[in-house]
């Protein structure tokens, strides 16, 4: 059973446009989001976060929105450059549980077109 | 800092052999995760290390798999014997009190 899904496996979004990502979870019991990007050959790499106190948090170009009554989450990369395409993993974890309670989306290939 | 290093980055072997994966952690850090990535289902945890010390190894999908982590600067996920469907990229991570994951590059696992 998929506690976090993200139901669209690929994106394709152009150049200076914003792309969002979507993210829905179904354990009441997580407050803790993460979002982590990951390029062919590498590992997952850390992008942004947010708690389940907050409805939004914002670093740069990114901004990851949450609506909990909704248990959904969202990555809005805003505008969009070739370097972002990769695939986002939406990651959720239940308060003090810690790394180990990290439970990961299927992903999301996003492709950002010239 | 290096980052987490995983060798070998691709591995081809022969269904029945025993495969054995490596990973170096961020010095410092005292949990160590393994991972396996699927296009089926997506990052799975197999087993993490917390001080060296296995704490949860539900994700271990067989007894075939196994991991150590005889000192905190090493770890191995071996499998024997490996079969095709064990195929998949095995990541690992390490972090400071199990709070943000540091990933690996990945070994690439492929089993004929």
């Known amino acids: 059973d998929q506690q976090v899904k993200q139901n669209s496996p690929s994106l394709s979004v152009q150049e200076g446009r914003i792309s969002i990502l979507n993210c829905d979870y179904t354990n009441s019991m997580f407050d803790y989001f993460l979002w982590y990007k990951k390029y062919p050959a590498e590992g997952p790499t850390f992008l942004i976060s947010i708690s389940s106190i907050k409805d939004k948090n914002e670093d740069g170009r990114f901004t990851v929105f949450l609506n909990k009554s909704a248990k959904h989450l969202s990555l809005h990369i805003v505008p969009s450059q070739p370097g972002d395409s990769a695939v986002y993993f939406c990651?959720?974890?239940?308060?003090?549980?810690?790394?180990?309670?990290?439970?990961f989306g299927k992903g999301t290939h996003l492709i950002i077109q010239p | 800092d290096a980052g987490v290093i995983q060798s070998p980055r691709h591995e081809v072997t022969e269904m029945g052999q025993e495969v054995t994966l490596r990973c170096k952690p961020i010095?410092?850090?005292?949990?160590l995760f393994w991972y396996r990535q699927t296009m089926m289902r997506g990052l799975e945890l197999l087993i993490y290390f917390n001080n060296n010390v296995p704490i949860d190894d539900s994700g271990m999908p067989e007894d075939r798999f196994s991991a150590k982590m005889p000192n905190a600067s090493f770890s191995t996920l071996k499998i024997q014997p490996s079969e095709p469907r064990d195929s998949a990229v095995y990541f690992c991570a390490s972090s400071f009190w199990a709070e943000k994951l540091f990933f690996g590059s990945g070994t690439q696992l492929s089993v004929l």
């Open positions: 990651a959720a974890r239940v308060s003090g549980g810690g790394a180990d309670g990290l439970t």
């Open positions: 010095s410092g850090h005292n949990s």
